[in-house]
C-alpha cells in the first residue's frame, strides 16, 4: 500500500525502542525521512543508524526530553533545518509505574504528569503551527486501554493517558479545517521494555510459580490468546498518517487483540 508519506518529514518521540522504533521502519519503508528522538540519545543514535542501514531511508537520531518544552523545541527547530518542519508526529514516548495509588506520591504524580501528558502537550504546541501553515499534518499518540476502564497499580499512568485521549479529541476539533488529523493508539499488553521490565519485577515478586500462572491468566484475557508485538501497533500508526486515513480524526483505536471491546 502506497502511504503517500514519500518524502514528508516524520518525528517520532519515544523512537529508539519498542513501537516507535518500529513505527520508523514503517515510516522509513514509506519514503519518509525519518527523526527518531527519545530521551536515551545514544540509544536514539544507534537505532537512527540500523534504521538507515536497513531500509536506506535518510535517518536521524537525536535526544529529546518530552517533558521540557524547551527540549522539544530544540528538537523541532534542529529537525526543521535538517529535513524541512515535521508534517507527521508519532509521540511514543512514555514511562510507567507500577503502584497502588495510596502508596505513590506527588513526586510519583508530577514525574508521570511531566512525560506522559505534558509531553504530548509540548509536542503538539510546538508542530501544529507549521501544519497549519501548510494546511497538512498527521499526527498519533499513544494512550492504554487502563486510561478507558482503569487499572489497579496504573491509577496515575492511566490518568495522564486518559488526559491525551482528551487532548487529541479537543485539538483535533480546532484544527481539522487546516488539514491535519490526530489519532491516539490504545495498546493492550505489548512485548517492549516498558513492559518487560514491569513483569521482571513482578517475577521477582511473586516467584516463579505463581508469574506462569498470571501469564497463563493473562493470556487467557485475550481472545487472540497472545500478547502484542510493536509491529502490530507500527502498521496501524503508517495506516492513520497515510493518505489513506485523511478523513479519520479525534478517534480512540485500540490495538489489543480483542482484551477491551469498547
Ligand atoms: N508495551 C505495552 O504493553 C504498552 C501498553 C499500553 C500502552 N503503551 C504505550 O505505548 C507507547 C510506546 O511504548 P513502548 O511499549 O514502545 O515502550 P518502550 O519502553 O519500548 O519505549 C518507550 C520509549 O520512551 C522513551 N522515553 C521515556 N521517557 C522519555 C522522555 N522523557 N522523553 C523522551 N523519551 C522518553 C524511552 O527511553 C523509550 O525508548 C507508550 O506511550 C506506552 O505508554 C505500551
Not at 486518559?162 to 487546516?178: D, F, M, P, R
Request: hydrophobic share 45%; with cysteine; proline share 3%.
Amino acid at each position: 500500500m502506497d502511504l503517500g508519506i514519500e518524502k514528508k518529514v516524520a518525528l517520532i518521540i519515544g523512537g529508539a525502542r519498542g513501537i516507535g522504533f518500529s513505527t520508523g521502519y514503517e515510516m522509513a519503508l514509506g519514503g519518509a525521512k525519518v527523526v527518531l528522538s527519545d530521551i536515551d540519545g545514544d540509544a536514539a543514535e544507534n537505532a537512527a543508524k540500523r534504521l538507515a542501514d536497513q531500509t536506506g531511508a535518510d535517518v536521524i537520531g537525536m535526544r529529546t526530553d518530552i517533558s521540557s518544552l524547551e527540549d522539544v523545541q530544540a528538537t523541532v527547530a534542529a529537525v526543521t533545518e535538517k529535513f524541512g518542519a515535521p508534517e507527521i508526529a508519532i509521540i511514543t514516548a512514555a514511562i510507567v509505574d507500577d503502584k497502588l495509588f495510596m502508596e505513590s506520591g506527588p513526586e510519583d504524580w508530577q514525574r508521570m504528569i511531566n512525560i506522559c501528558l505534558y509531553g504530548p502537550l509540548n509536542v503538539l504546541h510546538t508542530v501544529l503551527p507549521s501544519m497549519a501553515e501548510r494546511n497538512y499534518g498527521r499526527i498519533v499518540c499513544m494512550a492504554t486501554d487502563s486510561a478507558r476502564v482503569g487499572q489497579a497499580r496504573l491509577s496515575y499512568y492511566a490518568a495522564a493517558k486518559a488526559g491525551v485521549i482528551a487532548l487529541v479529541k479537543s485539538v483535533a476539533q480546532e484544527v481539522g479545517s487546516s488539514g491535519i488529523t490526530l489519532n491516539v493508539i490504545s495498546p493492550g499488553a505489548t512485548d517492549t521494555e516498558i513492559r518487560q521490565t514491569r513483569e521482571a519485577a513482578m517475577k521477582e515478586q511473586m516467584g516463579e510459580d505463581k508469574y506462569e500462572a498470571r501469564v497463563k491468566k493473562v493470556l487467557r484475557m485475550y481472545p487472540m490468546r497472545r500478547i502484542g508485538e510493536p509491529e502490530d501497533h507500527a502498521s496501524i500508526i503508517a495506516f492513520l498518517v497515510s493518505d489513506r486515513a485523511s478523513w479519520i480524526t479525534g478517534q480512540v483505536l485500540s490495538v489489543n487483540g480483542g482484551f477491551l471491546m469498547a
